[in-house]
């Protein structure tokens, strides 16, 4: 077995485990986790592609698959800070939503389930401010 | 063989022993401070000691003053994130709680943050 | 000392490749989400290890920086933003069995198209060496990036400030004026406060290292703006320094210098070199270099920025135990 | 030399990756953190020795960059976990953050 073959079947069953954490992982934070061992999986199978290329032109790796995959690395960063965002603006809008069931059952009016214009809720400025 | 591959062997084996001797340390050390203790032999003795082992090898000046820089970058964040992670860690007597998955190093801040010795070797 | 021959590389592939495996589907199937997110990060050093043994360190130089370095961060705090980290129960999902035969089945059928690559590999080493002395730049990787391929990097530092302008769009209507606070953890503890002063001047070293050499050896703008993006956070975290607002003149032109220097460039090409972002024969390396710095220092701020998270009027601040350090150093 | 280089390169790699039980058996955070700091120190090391054994200059570089971006980890959990033992403020009770938190908080954890 060459080195390229290693890490390509590697990156092939990273590509299965990642898929599968993403399905059932246990948290979405869990999935966002395997989306990325699946694009890890897929960046070493070009690596793979790369090395073989690389070998057959009497270089190290391919500088074309290498190039791209700088830049998928780079954007996959990109949309997982994006993810890790909308994931902490769900969490501020959700413990919203539960203080205000909370505080209508205290209250006993089941009117107040709405709270359309109230202030920011308790316990949502650590995640930035809650809802806008 | 020379008196620079000499040099270097001796270093690199002590170097290697040395992170062996921190991976026994880190695997089989009772508590959790023992254990950063050990991580911190590998940190310190092992790389350095890999690291002046290296130096005959490498060109001169740039690859020696690289060498010397990733040494000096290793003391310093070595020590720094064993003083912070033994923070982490440290609790009234020291032992480790039997406590399950995780909540070891979450029952941390109150103590925390305090000098801890064995921490920063 | 007799000479050792050169031993096998599998020896070291092999444990590598089964321990990235290994920890993969560990940190998929643990229990707790931070445990789970320092895996990952030891994940990113062992696959950027990897990436040195199929020959390329360019890629590895990225995946250390942004798997290793930025990606714990990120995912470390937003764990402790969260506070999700209790055991959750797996969902339970009727055909979890099913999903997990699947999943294999794609992995066996990704693996078998692995092993039957066409041999001999189709190759563009020697098209890129063929052209790449007339843009006198010795490493291929860059030259792809920067010449070859240049329209895809134009993209993707394109979208790397869209990302930034969603990322603060997720903020809310009245903290438009404020900072970033997702690095806002009160009080850090005294060891981090020295590393946050020692450490920078050499990360800045470092990174503007990589962009220069980056040229003729594996580096370049990505990798030494990574490098400088880990810095800004240093600082931050030690709170040492603030992030800047979102409505700052020069962080927005810092975002968008690189994208908008390469886009000018480009279309000057058009006319001096006849096609867009084609470079002329006389000033090929200068507006290179020109490029790669902007883009460098945009990939630094959009990176720092990314990580910095929406702007907040309140951080992990409100959340911060009082005192913890003032009672640590009086012990 | 450079199979001298090559073997102790191979044999640091292969203890730190033993190393990596720490990250599966635990049992703290903290522990596993260590572990990842293991394998960022002997990825260092393993890379200084292959890219000597192998004349790759830019090995030192990215050890370089390891050396510098491993440790980042650590600060970002040891900043982390302020926010994983909040402080009870008052009239938090009946929120979801608060009932969040309780498990994380000393008093649940040590059962």
């Not at chain 3, 599998?10 to 920890?23: C, K, M, N, Q, T």
Request: aromatic residues 6%.
């Amino acid at each position: 077995m060459t080195e390229a073959q290693i890490y390509g079947i590697c990156g092939a069953g990273l590509v299965g485990i990642g898929l599968y954490g993403a399905i059932l992982g246990r948290s979405a934070l869990r999935r966002l986790l395997a989306f990325n061992l699946m694009g890890s999986g897929v960046f070493l199978v070009f690596g793979a592609i790369a090395r073989r290329g690389g070998i057959v032109g009497g270089t190290l790796s391919d500088p074309v698959p290498q190039a791209l995959v700088i830049t998928g690395l780079v954007v996959a960063f990109a949309a997982t800070a994006l993810a890790v965002a909308l994931l902490i603006r769900l969490a501020a809008v959700e413990r919203d939503e539960a203080s205000a069931e909370a505080d209508s059952e205290a209250t006993d009016s089941p009117a107040a389930g709405a709270a359309p214009a109230r202030g920011p809720a308790p316990g949502a400025g650590h995640a930035w401010d809650g809802r806008g | 063989m020379d008196l620079a591959d000499g040099f270097t062997a001796i270093f690199v084996s002590l170097g290697a022993f040395f992170f062996f001797a921190g991976w026994v340390g880190l695997v089989r050390f009772p508590d959790s401070l023992s254990r950063l203790h050990a991580l911190s032999k590998a940190d310190n003795l092992g790389l350095g000691l890999v690291i002046i082992g290296l130096m005959p090898q490498a060109s001169w000046p740039f690859g020696v003053l690289k060498l010397v820089a990733l040494w000096l970058l290793g003391v310093l964040i070595g020590g720094a994130t064993a003083q912070m992670l033994a923070g982490a860690i440290h609790l009234d007597d020291g032992r480790e709680p039997p406590g399950g998955n995780g909540d070891f190093a979450r029952r941390t801040s109150e103590a925390g943050r305090n000098n801890e010795p064995g921490a920063a070797h | 000392m007799p000479e050792i021959p050169l031993p096998d590389p599998r020896w070291a592939d092999l444990p590598l490749a089964f321990a990235v495996l290994g920890l993969a589907l560990w940190l998929t199937l643990t229990r707790g989400d931070r445990a789970a997110v320092i895996g990952f990060t030891g994940y990113g050093l062992l696959v950027a290890v990897a990436w040195v043994r199929l020959g390329s360190v360019d890629v590895a130089l990225t995946e250390a920086a942004l798997g290793g370095g930025l990606m714990g961060v990120l995912l470390l705090t937003a764990v402790a933003r969260l506070g999700s980290d209790i055991d959750q129960p797996r969902p339970s999902l009727p055909g979890d069995l099913l999903i997990g035969l699947l999943c294999l089945g794609v992995a066996a059928g990704l693996a078998a198209v692995v092993l039957g690559l066409p041999s001999p590999a189709p190759s563009l080493v020697a098209a890129v060496e063929d052209h790449q002395a007339a843009i006198e730049l010795g490493n291929p990787v860059a030259a792809v990036l920067i010449a070859f391929r240049a329209v895809d990097t134009l993209l993707e530092s394109v979208v790397l400030a869209l990302a930034v302008i969603v990322l603060w769009s997720f903020g809310a209507d009245r903290a438009w004026e404020a900072r970033p606070r997702a690095l806002d953890f009160g009080e850090p503890s005294p060891a981090l406060v020295l590393l946050a002063r020692l450490l920078p001047p050499v990360g800045l070293i470092v990174g503007v290292h990589l962009f220069w050499t980056g040229a003729d050896h594996p580096g370049g703008p990505f990798q030494g703006g990574a490098v400088l993006a880990a810095m800004a956070l240093l600082v931050w975290l030690a709170r040492l320094g603030r992030p800047p607002p979102v409505t700052d003149g020069f962080t927005r032109l810092g975002i968008v210098v690189g994208p908008l220097m390469f886009l000018l460039i480009g279309l000057a090409g058009v006319v001096l070199a006849g096609a867009f972002l084609g470079y002329p024969d006389a000033f090929t390396k200068p507006l290179i270099l020109l490029i790669e710095a902007a883009k460098t220092l945009s990939v630094a701020v959009a990176l720092a920025l990314l990580v910095a998270g929406p702007p907040a009027l309140s951080g992990a601040l409100s959340m911060r135990r009082t005192g913890s350090t003032e009672t640590g150093a009086k012990a | 030399m450079s199979g001298f280089l090559l073997v102790a390169g191979i044999v640091i790699l292969v203890t730190v990756l033993l190393g990596l039980v720490r990250i599966l058996r635990g049992p703290g955070d903290a522990e596993r953190l260590m572990a990842a700091q293991l394998l960022g120190t002997g990825g260092v090391a393993a890379l200084l020795l292959l890219g000597s054994a192998t004349d790759l200059t830019a090995a030192t570089d990215l050890a370089l960059v390891l050396a510098l971006l491993a440790a980042f980890a650590a600060v970002a959990f040891v900043a982390g976990l302020g926010m994983a033992v909040p402080d009870h403020r008052a009239g938090q009770g009946a929120s979801g953050s608060a009932s969040r938190a309780d498990g994380d908080s000393p008093a649940g954890a040590g059962g």
